[in-house]
């Protein structure tokens, strides 16, 4: 009987898809993640299923969209009851093991911002509080130990190497190496102990800094190492495994080590079409640009905010520093798999939680507008058993839901009931040419941004032509179409030669959430 196969999944934090070689960018150099995407399967539109990290993680894990797995936004964990595609595996004789960024839980001790009025935060919950350990990723009970460590199976994994938050101050297991192996190391990370960079703007309102960590100090080397360290221990076990690496980067702030910093130079840079173009703007877009204008904008932290030209130029170089950098620890770590001959029997996935906005529209970092650059992520399926799927791609729509049924269909693991995706293997074995006409993306958060005057909760459309994009709280919307309008700066919502578009769209959202209500559990009895 053959060995069941092996799963090696590599993660990106805030990774659009053209910002990589084998889709279509030819700046950024990533030869590896090319050659991977080479040798398997490019899917070309797979979106997220909320461009927010922590509910779309978690909706990675189990097939399931925020509203229903119930990690809407930010701020709400993961329910450590919810079951995951990795216990699925683990229960099925799988090793499972994740290296770096996990952020299933909340990392902060920040109070959330919704509602405004705390005492409205006291009111009784509808459903009992669970009384689960959900303080295991946040940053004081790394900082503040240096023996702390989760409760396993953590989500389903068996072995964790922690690598949470972002650029060179991440905390977790990886603080704990640091300050054993780095000689004052902790004395070399965060903004002020950084090399100098005068010539960036984007150190000064701490989007990016200058890290004195060396290249192999860097977190990324670190997950490097451990994922490797994990390999040597599988290589000659009869037990299949599953693991997954997850890098904290390119995320900002942008930090990335050594050569990468000036790998790119932001005069080098080129913005996109959107950036220069004076199409009519969306009313959330515009208030961003008044308030950029006006000198009001808050550029520091993680929301949305409109850039200027040497903003987004030197972001675009940095970002493309960050990702050569994972690029190259990923050529590390696939040079073991080959090494000790697990390639052949291994498969390999490459995919990020959600992309970024890099100067779309003039726009920054992420948020709820849900243009493409933001949704839209790389999925490379690399399985050594289909070869015929080697260099192939697909234009179906996809969704990070996908994930999970796709892993455990290939594993022979049987998929849990609740599960909401579909298995992509289908596209990729050549049996299929799509899985759906249309793919919601959902979006839920605590910020009162974007001139709506209450928290922003919104949901996209999308189908091979068309993406709408509706508010619970604002009387427009956005209607595009993407045929036509690839950079989305026509919008049809208010054209009245686009209104049947517009209520065919309408219609196929009410049956797209119709088919999404929860299915599970099933029933125990007739009544």
């Known amino acids: 009987m053959s060995r069941p196969v092996n799963f090696l999944m590599f993660i990106t934090d805030q990774l659009r898809a053209d910002h990589l070689g084998c889709y279509g960018n030819d700046v950024v150099k990533t030869p590896v993640i090319d050659a991977i995407a080479k040798k398997g399967f490019r899917f070309k539109n797979m979106h997220v299923a909320t461009p927010i990290c922590m509910p779309n993680r978690a909706s990675m894990m189990t097939g399931r969209y925020p509203s229903v797995h119930g990690a809407r936004h930010n701020g709400i964990p993961l329910s450590l009851k919810a079951r995951t595609f990795v216990e699925a595996l683990r229960q099925s004789g799988y090793h499972t093991a994740q290296v770096g960024k996990i952020h299933l839980q909340n990392m902060t001790e920040i109070d959330p911002i919704w509602p405004l009025d705390p005492a409205q935060r006291q009111i009784d919950e509808a459903f009992e509080q669970d009384q689960g350990n959900y303080d295991q990723e946040k940053r004081g009970k ?22 949470d938050d972002h650029a060179d101050i991440v ?46 100090q860097y977190p990324s080397a670190y997950i490097a190492d451990r994922s ?202 050549g049996m299929k040419d799509d899985l759906r006409d249309a793919l919601l993306i959902e979006e839920e958060g605590q910020r009162v941004i974007l001139g709506i005057d209450t928290r922003v909760r919104c949901r996209t459309l999308l189908t091979r032509r068309y993406r709408m994009t509706i508010y619970d709280a604002a009387d427009w919307g956005e209607l595009y179409d993407l045929q036509q309008d690839p950079d989305e700066m026509n919008n049809l919502w208010d054209d009245p030669g686009a209104l049947a578009i517009r209520a065919m769209m309408m219609e196929k959202m009410a049956y797209t959430n119709l088919e999404l209500v929860e299915k599970s559990p099933y029933p125990s009895a007739l009544a």
């Open 228 to 429: 490797i360290d994990l390999l040597k221990t599988y290589a000659n076990d009869e037990q299949p495994f599953f693991l997954q690496v997850s890098f904290p980067d390119p995320h900002h702030p942008f930090t990335p080590p050594g050569k990468y910093w000036d790998m790119y130079k932001p005069e080098d840079m080129t913005l996109p079409a959107s950036f220069y173009s004076e199409h009519a703007l969306p009313q959330h877009v515009k208030w961003l640009y008044e308030r950029r204008d006006s000198g009001v904008a808050t550029k520091k932290g993680t929301a949305v905010f409109a850039c200027d030209e040497r903003e987004a130029r030197e972001a675009l170089a940095l970002n493309y520093g960050s990702i050569s950098n994972i690029d190259a620890q990923i050529g590390r770590v696939m040079a073991e798999l080959e090494r000790l001959e697990l390639l052949d029997n291994t498969v390999v996935i490459f995919t990020s939680d959600h992309g970024d906005f890099l100067g779309d529209h003039q726009l920054m970092l992420k948020g709820p507008i849900h243009y493409r650059g933001l949704t839209r992520v790389p999925f490379i399926w690399s399985d050594p058993h289909v070869p015929a799927a080697s260099g192939k791609s697909s234009e179906a729509l996809t969704s990070t839901i996908d994930i999970a049924p796709t892993i455990l269909n290939r594993a022979q693991v049987r998929p849990f009931n609740g599960i909401q995706g579909q298995d992509m293997q289908k596209i990729a074995n």
């Open 171 to 216: 905390h977790g297991h990886y603080r704990y190496w640091l300050r054993q192996e780095v000689p004052d190391g902790e004395s070399l990370i965060g903004p002020d102990n950084a090399i100098a960079a005068p010539d960036y703007t984007l150190t000064k309102i701490n989007q990016a800094w200058r890290t004195r960590l060396s290249e192999a």
């Open 142 to 163: 790394w900082l503040n130990s240096d023996d702390y460590d989760l409760d396993y199976p953590y989500y389903g994994f068996e072995q964790v190497y922690l690598v």
